[in-house]
């Protein structure tokens, strides 16, 4: 420090700085403070004050975190403008409130006094704000005339999250280095305290986890960068649309979440949620794009459905998949009774769903592919049963469960070692079929061992690749284009086929299918049911929809099948069309794996 100094002794300097720091403390009536002067895109520390000196503050920080062009007054951190200045305490202090007062030297801003306090601050508005202001000018002059070149600072960026802006003090339970706002693990002690608070006062308090709907896309689409920005305003638009005793903090990844404390009974909470929902659909301009977004939202409060944070938390994320697991966007669920007994129902199905895996009870039906050019059976797809107390449960009941639980990873790949082994033994019996498909979960999908696993399970049953074909949905390939590329692309390596699932329902474009090495689209039968419809409109929509599959299909060297035929209207249109095989119970349903072999046998 002492290089920068014109003249006199760099500890007096030091001592004078310390006091005027001690005076802003008592001002301000913080217990911690810090002065940092702006060095171009870094700020280096220069003085600093607290009532304990365990924690230490670093040397050097990037500027951006305090650049401020008036005195900033934070009560609780996730209220008034995201407070990226949170990140330059030490994670372990936990700060709940701050002060930031910019120093000003001319036209800029040369320095900055950041107060923090690690318990949130109701008193923040009866600050001297004029006499901070004071004492930041005298600090000005101090600065001014003790240290060489103090240059202004107009605006320095924010960053992109780099690994070199991730290295500053941002641990977890901190603050999310994008928007600045308290992480989901501080959230939890404000949480406790707002409970406590609402107890006493007989008021309620609700929990609202956001989704921003396929935002991965805007990643994938157009960058981090506008990404990283369209994050900070959506921080700044919940910021801007709740309360100023609310509390707005970053979850992981697309979510956020806002607590809404002091609300009277009823249905306050999902009125809010309506009005955030609405907040977000207005469109944010980031960097020359407009973007539109949606939302789901999971809504739970305390006390009517929680006593404490953690079950707030988990019931308004089941209400958030809830929500996400509808058709339509911008979806609000609120926890409620009937959800509560649905997710009892959903434990007893994961622990008898458990029970099942290592109890014998999962068994395969198989359904035939028929080829429309010959009208024979040249393949069939693993459909995956249980049978439970004599009777089969329908998958409908049991999937979603398994998906949910993550029990869907163990499931599969046990389904992929049944079919295979199924499948090895046709093959030596000399059953005239080229594969058995089988589904993939996205969770299976997403997983970095997945094609070990593949390789495994071939190796395991004895089978060629080329007879095994994994069956994945448009919308797993779309949640991470880049790394689906790559999957799949080392399975196609290994020899296995890939088709495309539900094609239709999802939105990928056709840049990204261009891209995919997959073999064969699948019409979803949603389409597949209005080919004969007696409406016009449905008909007419649902054929126009199945011919541009077929001519996508062929454009792109893709087999086109339909699944979900039961009609012969249905069927000869998909022929018309150029379909290429179908399956559905107009041929067969999902049958056992002797019944199949019989069936194809003719």
Same mark, same amino acid.
């Given at each position: 420090?002492?290089?920068?100094?014109?003249?006199?002794?760099?500890?007096?300097?030091?001592?004078?700085?310390?006091?005027?720091?001690?005076?802003?403390?008592?001002?301000?009536?913080?217990?911690?403070?810090?002065?940092?002067?702006?060095?171009?895109?870094?700020?280096?520390?220069?003085?600093?004050?607290?009532?304990?000196?365990?924690?230490?503050?670093?040397?050097?920080?990037?500027?951006?975190?305090?650049?401020?062009?008036?005195?900033?007054?934070?009560?609780?951190?996730?209220? *008034?403008? #995201?407070? &990226? =200045?949170?990140?330059?305490?030490? /994670? $372990?202090?936990? !700060?709940?409130?701050?002060?930031?007062? %910019? @120093?000003?030297?001319?036209?800029?801003?040369?320095?900055?006094?950041?107060?923090?306090?690690?318990?949130?601050?109701?008193?923040?508005?009866?600050?001297?704000?004029?006499?901070?202001?004071?004492?930041?000018?005298?600090?000005?002059?101090?600065?001014?005339?003790?240290?060489?070149?103090?240059?202004?600072?107009? *605006?320095? #960026?924010? &960053? =992109?999250?780099?690994?070199?802006? /991730? $290295?500053?003090? !941002?641990?977890?339970?901190?603050?999310? %280095? @994008?928007?600045?706002?308290?992480?989901?693990?501080?959230?939890?002690?404000?949480?406790?305290?707002?409970?406590?608070?609402?107890?006493?006062?007989?008021?309620?308090?609700?929990?609202?986890?956001?989704?921003?709907?396929?935002?991965?896309?805007?990643?994938?689409?157009?960058?981090?960068?506008?990404?990283?920005?369209?994050?900070?305003?959506?921080?700044?638009?919940?910021?801007?649309?709740?309360?100023?005793?609310?509390?707005?903090?970053?979850?992981?990844?697309?979510?956020?979440?806002?607590?809404?404390?002091?609300?009277?009974?009823?249905?306050?909470?999902?009125?809010?949620?309506?009005?955030?929902?609405?907040?977000?659909?207005?469109?944010?301009?980031?960097?020359?794009?407009?973007?539109?977004?949606?939302?789901?939202?999971?809504?739970?409060?305390?006390?009517?459905?929680?006593?404490?944070?953690?079950?707030?938390?988990?019931?308004?994320?089941?209400?958030?998949?809830?929500?996400?697991?509808?058709?339509?966007?911008?979806?609000?669920?609120?926890?409620?009774?009937?959800?509560?007994?649905?997710?009892?129902?959903?434990?007893?199905?994961?622990?008898?769903?458990?029970?099942?895996?290592?109890?014998?009870?999962?068994?395969?039906?198989?359904?035939?592919?028929?080829?429309?050019?010959?009208?024979?059976?040249?393949?069939?797809?693993?459909?995956?049963?249980?049978?439970?107390?004599?009777?089969?449960?329908?998958?409908?009941?049991?999937?979603?469960?398994?998906?949910?639980?993550?029990?869907?990873?163990?499931?599969?790949?046990?389904?992929?070692?049944?079919?295979?082994?199924?499948?090895?033994?046709?093959?030596?019996?000399?059953?005239?079929?080229?594969?058995?498909?089988?589904?993939?979960?996205?969770?299976?999908?997403?997983?970095?061992?997945?094609?070990?696993?593949?390789?495994?399970?071939?190796?395991?049953?004895?089978?060629?690749?080329?007879?095994?074909?994994?069956?994945?949905?448009?919308?797993?390939?779309?949640?991470?284009?880049?790394?689906?590329?790559?999957?799949?692309?080392?399975?196609?390596?290994?020899?296995?086929?890939?088709?495309?699932?539900?094609?239709?329902?999802?939105?990928?474009?056709?840049?990204?299918?261009?891209?995919?090495?997959?073999?064969?689209?699948?019409?979803?039968?949603?389409?597949?049911?209005?080919?004969?419809?007696?409406?016009?409109?449905?008909?007419?929509?649902?054929?126009?929809?199945?011919?541009?599959?077929?001519?996508?299909?062929?454009?792109?060297?893709?087999?086109?099948?339909?699944?979900?035929?039961?009609?012969?209207?249905?069927?000869?249109?998909?022929?018309?069309?150029?379909?290429?095989?179908?399956?559905?119970?107009?041929?067969?349903?999902?049958?056992?794996?002797?019944?199949?072999?019989?069936?194809?046998?003719?």
């Amino acid at each position: 420090m002492s290089s920068n100094v014109q003249g006199g002794t760099s500890s007096r300097i030091e001592a004078r700085l310390a006091a005027q720091l001690r005076v802003a403390c008592a001002l301000a009536r913080f217990p911690r403070a810090a002065l940092y002067r702006f060095e171009g895109a870094q700020a280096t520390l220069l003085a600093a004050h607290a009532e304990d000196s365990e924690h230490a503050m670093p040397d050097r920080v990037p500027a951006w975190r305090a650049l401020r062009d008036d005195v900033t007054l934070v009560r609780m951190v996730g209220r *008034g403008p #995201a407070a &990226p =200045e949170t990140a330059i305490f030490p /994670a $372990a202090l936990r !700060i709940n409130a701050l002060v930031s007062a %910019p @120093v000003s030297g001319g036209a800029g801003q040369i320095a900055a006094v950041l107060m923090a306090d690690t318990v949130p601050r109701d008193d923040v508005d009866t600050i001297d704000v004029e006499a901070l202001r004071f004492l930041c000018d005298e600090i000005a002059t101090t600065i001014k005339g003790s240290y060489r070149q103090p240059t202004p600072v107009f *605006g320095v #960026a924010v &960053p =992109e999250l780099t690994a070199e802006a /991730a $290295a500053w003090p !941002i641990s977890e339970g901190s603050h999310d %280095p @994008v928007t600045g706002l308290p992480d989901r693990r501080m959230l939890l002690g404000p949480i406790a305290r707002t409970l406590a608070e609402a107890e006493l006062d007989g008021s309620s308090v609700a929990l609202v986890i956001v989704a921003l709907d396929r935002f991965t896309r805007i990643n994938d689409w157009l960058g981090r960068e506008v990404g990283d920005e369209l994050l900070r305003q959506v921080a700044e638009r919940l910021l801007e649309t709740t309360g100023d005793q609310d509390l707005i903090g970053r979850g992981s990844g697309d979510e956020f979440l806002a607590v809404l404390p002091g609300l009277p009974r009823g249905e306050a909470a999902v009125a809010t949620a309506h009005r955030l929902v609405q907040a977000l659909r207005t469109p944010f301009h980031v960097q020359g794009y407009e973007l539109t977004l949606s939302a789901s939202l999971g809504v739970a409060r305390a006390p009517d459905d929680a006593p404490d944070t953690d079950t707030l938390l988990r019931y308004a994320e089941i209400a958030l998949h809830r929500a996400k697991s509808a058709r339509t966007r911008g979806r609000i669920e609120a926890f409620s009774d009937e959800l509560r007994a649905a997710v009892e129902r959903r434990g007893d199905t994961e622990r008898q769903l458990r029970r099942a895996l290592g109890a014998g009870e999962l068994l395969l039906h198989y359904q035939p592919k028929v080829d429309l050019a010959s009208r024979r059976t040249r393949a069939v797809e693993a459909l995956l049963r249980w049978r439970h107390r004599g009777e089969l449960v329908s998958p409908g009941h049991f999937l979603p469960v398994a998906e949910e639980s993550g029990l869907i990873v163990p499931i599969g790949t046990w389904v992929l070692l049944e079919a295979a082994r199924q499948m090895r033994g046709w093959v030596q019996e000399g059953l005239p079929i080229e594969s058995v498909s089988v589904n993939v979960s996205a969770l299976q999908f997403a997983r970095p061992d997945f094609v070990e696993s593949v390789e495994r399970v071939l190796a395991s049953a004895g089978l060629h690749p080329g007879h095994l074909e994994l069956e994945v949905t448009e919308t797993s390939l779309m949640d991470d284009v880049e790394a689906a590329v790559q999957t799949l692309s080392r399975l196609r390596a290994l020899g296995v086929r890939i088709s495309v699932d539900d094609f239709g329902t999802g939105y990928s474009s056709l840049a990204y299918l261009q891209r995919l090495p997959v073999d064969v689209l699948k019409i979803d039968r949603a389409f597949v049911m209005d080919l004969d419809r007696e409406e016009d409109l449905q008909r007419n929509q649902a054929r126009a929809l199945a011919e541009a599959i077929c001519g996508l299909g062929r454009s792109l060297g893709l087999r086109v099948l339909a699944e979900g035929v039961e009609t012969e209207a249905q069927l000869a249109v998909l022929e018309e069309l150029g379909c290429d095989a179908v399956q559905g119970y107009l041929f067969a349903r999902p049958l056992p794996a002797q019944d199949a072999a019989a069936f194809i046998r003719g």
